[in-house]
Each structure stands twice: as structure tokens, then as C-alpha cells.
């Protein structure tokens, strides 16, 4: 029934959050590229990737030559101009602006807006205040017959009546009003102020003195009795200021302020500066005084070069590269070989027995990885599912169709449900897969940690970097 959020609404609770200081004797541990790297950085690093919680910790001297490494790929993406991408650009920027943003408001901008809510509110809420009033509801739709209507009308005269006579009036709500929310707190609705509420509801409510009962009141949602519980002024500003600006954070209003600020300063500069030059000066200016913030869209923006510069290096070149895998897999058969056979091919259930015989001769001149596509378009290509199939290698205990069918084990096949006729199409695997393609997803990783070597071993004979081991003894310890 109410047509929008009281300013109950602003109480919810924000956790400040605190900046870090920079360290004032900050020496350098190493220099990669030519580019020395702060102790401050590499402990932020380090700490942040061996907190507690992490699996696979590693040691100081360990995770040197991770950085290193992580460090090498950055100068590589760098020099490839990835951070020319406009893509990148365009990323980094709004991680950056997430970051930075809120910081272009002061706690006096927020309060100054916190004040204009408030005003504003005190106008909406205007002379007439707000009243708080409990209500019995009986709903009828209003195109309800004259029927249900006469009816309606006959309850809500008995419970009218009940009432006059001393019934308790939060108890017949609870039991017989049609507003469940309201009903379980006796029919109290909260404090509203004039346009909240539908007008015929709003008149009499407005209208009555407090303890003051109405008679049936007929509304859209279907009939009424009100109880005028209060009536009170808005509280003064400071009595709301924290749940005002408690609302303002959760509703975004700090981030609309700082942009509102933004787009301000970029008018003012009458085209020298855009908003993407004031952001960065911002950021520059917030990192020479919080360590954890410079870090943090370093690490970032560093981030997404690695990235970029992986995918092409290493991850989408091997996982695109067949070629690549298939002459990996040949030099590497060796570690694919397996304990136990596997069968290589298709579980499958049919309606008709005679397609058992047609599943086989759809796919037997077929290379394997066609298989489902084939059998999908021949069997199951209209609306019609006639056949459910399992593809791939299974090994024993994978599939307990396969297990007895292929492997000759004692095990219970569970039939499917309008698919009474069971069988299996392939071949045994006694030593190991084929083909690459029999165990891609392990050929695939196996291939991207050699280009991934391959690429770290290039880096270290093409770029400079020295550690100050001195410095490093002092990680953590200083």
C-alpha cells in the first residue's frame, strides 16, 4: 500500500575502514629492469600472498623468484605496449576510479548533503507532520462480484461492531486483518507523512485525533478501520544525522558527490584537464601518503598486463595451438600412460532396438570427437529425444554400464526411465590414450607450464635484475 521508503530507511549500519601510513625508511631490494623495487612493495606483496588461510606458503628467498618472474612479464607487457590497449586503458581506469573516487569527497561534503536530505525531507513531510495509525483490512478486489462485495461489507460491519463494544483492537487484527505484515505488530503501520499512502486511507488518517477510531473505510485494496495511534514533527537533524548518512553510503551518494566534483573541475579547466587527468592526479596524490592504496592499484594495474601478456604468451597460445599439442603429446606419451585400460566410446540407452545397431553405424567411420554432433543431428535432431548417450574414457567405475558391459564386473545397471535397451560402442585403451585429443585438458596444461618455463627463462637471459640481499634479510624484520 505505501508508495515508497519512510526515512526508517536510513537506519542500517558502514564500517569506516582506516588508511595505512607509508614507511619512512623504505631501501631498495631489488632492481628489475632498471626499475628499483621499494622493501615496502615487496612486503606488501609477500604478506598479502602468505597470509593466513594460504596453502602453499613460501619463504622469503622462495618467493624472490616468484616476484622476480611476475616483475620480468610486467617489463615484457610493458615494452609490447599492452598498457596502450584501449581496452586496457578503459579497465584499469574504472578499477582505479573505484578506489580513488570516494576520496574526492570530504566527510563536510557529505554532511552539507546530509542536511539537504534532511530539509528536503522536512518540506515533503510539511505542516501536517507525520501520524502513525494501526488498521484492520479486509481486501475485495474491485471487480468483485456483488456477491463477495455484500459480503465483505457484512464481516467488516460485524468486526466495526466488535470494536464499539470493546473488543481489543490490536487482537482482532492479528486474527482477522488481510495486511499480514501490519497484522502480526497489532494492525501498526509506521509513521507516514502526507503522499504516502492512498488518499481515501490518507484523509481519514490525517483527519482523526490520536486514539481516535474511524468508521469503515473503502479504499482499492477493499475495506478498512483505522486507529490513529500518534502524530509527531520529524526529529531534529541530529537525532537522524547518522542514519542519514548511513543511507547516503549505501545508496551511493558519496560516488555521485565525488563525480558531480569531477565533472565540476573539468569545466572549470576549461578544457586543459579531463576527468581522466583528474583521476590521476588524485591518485598520485592519495599513494604519496597511503602505501596500501599506491600498492593496491599498482598491483592492479600491473594485473591486468600480466594478464594480457600470459594469455598470449602462454594460456590462449596453447590452448589454440593443435599443432603445439599434438607434437607435445608424442614427445610426452610416456606420461600419459595409464595403470589400468579405459574404454574409449559411448553408454547409450535407445527406445527402439533396432537404433542400437544404428548409434554404431553413425559413428564407426567417424573420428571420435565428432561422435556426439553426429549422433545428435541423426538421433535426437526433431522433438523426438530417441536416445541417451555418455561419451568419453571411462575408467573402471566411471559408469556402471561400461563396468559391466566392457569391463565384465558384477554391478547393477540402473535402468532409463522410456529407454529400455542398453549398450556400449568402442574400444578398449589397455596402456594409454591414442591420441592427444583422448587427454587434451592434461596436454593442454602440461604444454602451457613448458611455454610458461620456456617464456620465464627467456625473460631472465633478456632483462636485468640484481637483488639487494642485505635489504631482503630485513623483510618483515625492520
Known amino acids: 500500500m505505501k508508495k515508497f521508503l519512510s526515512i526508517a530507511a536510513f537506519f542500517l549500519a558502514v564500517v569506516p575502514c582506516a588508511a595505512l601510513s607509508p614507511q619512512q625508511d623504505d631501501p631498495v631490494i631489488m632492481t628489475i629492469n632498471g626499475k628499483e623495487v621499494p622493501r615496502s612493495e615487496f612486503e606488501y606483496s609477500f604478506n598479502k600472498n602468505n597470509s593466513e588461510g594460504v596453502i602453499d606458503k613460501k619463504s622469503v628467498e622462495e618467493y624472490v623468484e616468484l616476484f622476480i618472474n611476475y616483475k620480468l612479464k610486467v ?28 576520496a574526492m569527497v570530504t566527510d563536510a ?20 507532520g507525520l501520524v502513525q495509525v494501526a488498521h484492520i483490512l479486509l481486501r475485495v478486489d474491485q471487480k468483485a462480484s456483488q456477491e463477495v462485495l455484500t459480503a465483505a461489507k457484512v464481516r467488516i460491519d460485524s468486526i466495526y461492531n466488535a470494536l464499539k463494544q470493546g473488543a481489543d483492537f490490536a487482537e482482532l487484527a492479528k486474527n482477522v486483518s488481510q495486511d499480514p505484515g501490519s497484522a502480526r505488530q497489532g494492525g501498526l503501520l509506521p509513521f507516514v507523512q502526507r503522499g504516502q499512502l492512498v488518499k481515501e486511507f490518507e484523509d481519514v488518517a490525517f483527519g482523526l485525533k490520536d486514539g481516535e477510531m474511524s468508521g469503515i473505510v473503502e479504499t482499492p485494496y477493499g475495506y478498512h478501520i483505522l486507529l490513529r495511534k500518534a502524530h509527531k514533527m ?32 573539468v569545466i572549470q579547466s576549461k578544457g586543459q584537464l579531463s ?3 583528474i583521476m590521476r592526479q588524485k591518485t598520485e596524490e592519495l599513494s604519496a601518503k597511503d602505501n596500501e592504496l599506491k600498492y593496491l592499484v599498482r598491483e592492479y594495474y600491473e594485473g591486468l598486463l600480466l594478464y594480457e601478456i600470459s594469455n598470449a604468451n602462454v594460456w590462449d597460445k596453447a590452448a589454440k595451438d593443435e599443432t603445439g599439442q599434438a ?39 567417424l573420428p571420435f570427437d565428432q561422435w556426439a554432433e553426429a549422433l545428435r543431428t541423426t538421433f535426437n535432431g526433431d522433438s523426438v529425444i530417441r536416445i541417451r548417450v555418455e561419451k568419453g574414457i571411462f575408467r573402471m567405475g566411471d559408469n556402471a554400464l561400461v563396468d559391466s558391459a566392457v569391463f565384465k564386473k558384477d554391478t547393477t545397471v540402473t535402468k532409463v526411465k522410456d529407454y529400455p535397451f542398453d549398450a556400449v560402442y568402442g574400444k578398449i585403451l589397455k596402456k594409454g590414450p591414442e591420441d592427444y585429443t583422448d587427454v587434451r585438458g592434461q596436454v593442454v596444461a602440461d604444454y602451457q607450464d613448458m611455454l610458461e618455463r620456456e617464456w620465464v627463462a627467456d625473460l631472465r637471459r633478456r632483462y636485468t635484475f640484481t637483488v639487494n640481499q642485505d635489504v631482503l634479510k630485513t623483510v618483515n624484520n625492520h
Open 109 to 128: 561534503d557529505m554532511l552539507k548533503e546530509a542536511h539537504n536530505i534532511y530539509d528536503n525531507t522536512v518540506k515533503q513531510i510539511g505542516p501536517d
Open 275 to 277: 576527468s581522466d587527468d
Open 234 to 265: 520529524l526529529e531534529p537533524f541530529e537525532e537522524h544525522r547518522e542514519s542519514i548518512l548511513r543511507f547516503m553510503e549505501q545508496r551511493g551518494i558519496r560516488d555521485r558527490l565525488a563525480q558531480a566534483k569531477v565533472d565540476t573541475m
Open 75 to 102: 617489463a615484457a607487457a610493458l615494452d609490447a605496449k599492452y598498457d596502450t590497449l584501449t581496452s586496457f586503458k578503459q579497465e584499469f581506469a574504472q578499477y582505479r576510479n573505484q578506489q580513488v573516487l570516494p
Open 327 to 365: 607434437q607435445y603429446f608424442k614427445q610426452h606419451k610416456k606420461n600419459y600412460d595409464w595403470d589400468k585400460p579405459r574404454f574409449k566410446g559411448i553408454a547409450y540407452h535407445v527406445k527402439e532396438l533396432a537404433d542400437i545397431k544404428g548409434v554404431q553405424q553413425c559413428v564407426k567411420k
